[in-house]
């Protein structure tokens, strides 16, 4: 079955870094899509950033555009989110999610539990 296990999360200050990893199982890795999405508290599902199978493309939401960088080791079927210069706005509980296809970002068929990034001085 597939799992997708996050971790990195936890408290950062502002200006501080973080990396997001996500571990994935029970799927070919390498032929989907995987993307990053994040609620913050009483706030809808945003979308950050999304990487096709291969990584030749990648994504990113305004919000996050220069701050934030998708990665993926197919080789270790991981994902990674590497946050740098991050503000109090970026509390979430942050998720991995597969697409449905190799090059269909936001379309998404499973979903990591989530790990929490909290931003706080």
């Known amino acids: 079955q597939v799992q997708l296990v996050e971790s990195g999360g936890g408290l950062a200050q502002p200006g501080g870094s973080l990396r997001l990893s996500c571990a994935a199982s029970?799927?070919?890795?390498?032929?989907?899509?995987m993307s990053w999405a994040r609620q913050a508290p009483g706030k809808g599902l945003e979308w950050v950033s999304g990487?096709?199978?291969?990584?030749?493309?990648?994504y990113y939401a305004d919000s996050v555009k220069g701050r934030f960088t998708i990665s993926r080791d197919n080789a270790k079927n991981t994902l990674y989110l590497q946050m740098n210069s991050l503000k109090p706005e970026d509390t979430a509980l942050y998720y991995c999610?597969?697409?449905?296809?190799?090059?269909?970002?936001?379309?998404?068929?499973?979903w990591g539990q989530g790990t929490q990034v909290t931003v706080s001085s």
């Open positions: 999610a597969k697409a449905k296809g190799e090059y269909t970002l936001f379309d998404s068929d499973y």
């Open positions: 990487i096709y199978s291969d990584g030749s493309d990648t």
């Open positions: 029970g799927f070919t890795f390498s032929s989907y899509a």
